[in-house]
């Protein structure tokens, strides 16, 4: 794994937002789509505030751009206070030139029985448009990467999980209590990820330094699904000092 460290994560933000910004003009020449894989969270806040800017600022078009969120809650309605639908617009989607029907987030409103088929129709869509060109991951305390939590296995598919106890622990403090905070979510699943073209993982401050580790330096393994990202070509943890200061 390439990891690069920077001063602190606005500096490494605005590094990524360049490289995407590279790679929609590069694609815009070429007169493809730009397919990208997104996160939320608060680790991609920077890198979402500085495409803003670039738009606003730099007049980078977002026309070519497509998007796949890796996750959703589940139930989750998309207006609602803590729908991930719901801070893709705030942060990125309603403030650029982004076309609405381009932006992918699984949804939390479907009745159960038909998730199984709506996610293998969001892995179709993404192999349709040649997969994706570059997926922006953040990580969780216990490896997860999207919500393929601990035990998830590497070839696993989009589906609906079960969100591990200390998943929902983090999720709690938007919720407003661990009771009101989802139990399952739907997510791209490892293999869509691994498949990307290229994956970028954020990660700042001193709570990610140990995970950061033990994915990057520590065994292959399901309990850390950050850590099948070893096996892949063209990855780098871009990082602040606090969350690189563990690692060897
Ligand atoms: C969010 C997602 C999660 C987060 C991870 C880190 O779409 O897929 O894997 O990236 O939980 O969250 P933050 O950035 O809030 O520390």
């Known amino acids: 794994i390439n990891t690069v460290m920077f001063e602190d994560s606005q500096v490494a933000s605005k590094a990524v937002a360049k490289e995407i910004a590279d790679l929609i003009k590069v694609k815009q020449s070429q007169k493809q789509p730009c397919i990208l894989g997104l996160a939320t969270g608060s680790s991609p806040k920077g890198l979402y505030a500085e495409l803003v800017r670039l738009h606003k600022e730099k007049g980078l078009s977002f026309k070519n751009v497509v998007t796949f969120n890796l996750d959703e809650y589940y139930p989750m309605e998309p207006d609602a206070v803590n729908s991930y639908v719901r801070f893709m617009k705030k942060m990125l989607f309603d403030q650029v030139d982004i076309l609405p029907e381009n932006c992918y987030i699984p949804d939390g409103t479907l009745p159960k029985d038909k998730i199984a ?111 099948f990202l070893q096996e892949h070509n063209n990855v780098t943890f871009v990082l602040d000092k606090e969350a690189a200061s563990k690692l060897t």
């Not at 009101?180 to 709570?207: C, D, F, Q, Y």
């Open 117 to 227: 088929s709506y996610c293998s129709d969001y892995e179709k869509k993404i192999e349709a448009l040649g997969g994706i060109d570059l997926q922006i991951l953040g990580i969780g305390g216990n490896g997860h990467i999207g919500f393929n939590e601990s035990g998830s296995l590497q070839n696993s598919k989009t589906r609906l999980v079960a969100l591990d106890h200390i998943t929902r622990v983090a999720a709690s403090k938007d919720f407003a209590g661990l009771s009101n905070t989802p139990r399952t979510a739907i997510t791209l699943g490892v293999k869509k990820i691994m498949e990307a073209k290229r994956v970028i993982l954020l990660a700042w401050g001193e709570s990610k330094a140990n995970i950061i580790k033990i994915s990057s330096e520590g065994q292959v393994t399901n309990q850390v699904p950050a850590s």
